[in-house]
């Protein structure tokens, strides 16, 4: 079982910058391929990011292409995404989500993750 938990979320403005973690205290997220979903009021869940578990792999929704940094230290079985130039329309709760496979197959349809965390809102205003 996989426990994850997110952090980094919180009030920035337009042009900014956050970065969010995926942890997972029980120590197995190494063995896992992570994704980064976000979720709008009203909107459906868009996968927008993913790592494989040998990091030989990333993918970026073309929405976040060229501005969001997937990268992840299994020794420290933390995951982050850095998100720079963000715009109102990244507002979001944003997710982290694994699945017992080495590469990021299926990304992004959210059904065929293994687990999830709570989330974390991330709001872009001024």
């Known amino acids: 079982q996989l426990h994850l938990v997110e952090s980094g979320g919180g009030l920035v403005q337009p042009g900014g910058s956050l970065r969010l973690s995926c942890a997972d205290p029980?120590?197995?997220?190494?063995?896992?391929?992570i994704g980064w979903f976000r979720q709008a009021p009203g909107k459906e869940r868009e996968g927008i990011s993913c790592?494989?578990?040998?990091?030989?792999?990333?993918y970026y929704a073309d929405s976040v292409k060229g501005r969001f940094t997937i990268s992840r230290d299994n020794a420290k079985i933390t995951v982050y995404l850095q998100m720079n130039s963000l715009k109102t329309e990244d507002t979001a709760v944003y997710y982290c989500?694994?699945?017992?496979?080495?590469?990021?197959?299926?990304?992004?349809?959210?059904?065929?993750?293994?687990?999830w965390g709570k989330g974390t809102l991330v709001t872009v205003s001024s």
């Open positions: 989500a694994a699945r017992g496979t080495i590469d990021c197959s299926g990304f992004p349809a959210y059904g065929v993750m293994d687990y």
């Open positions: 029980g120590g197995t997220l190494k063995y896992y391929s």
């Open positions: 790592i494989s578990s040998n990091k030989n792999m990333t």
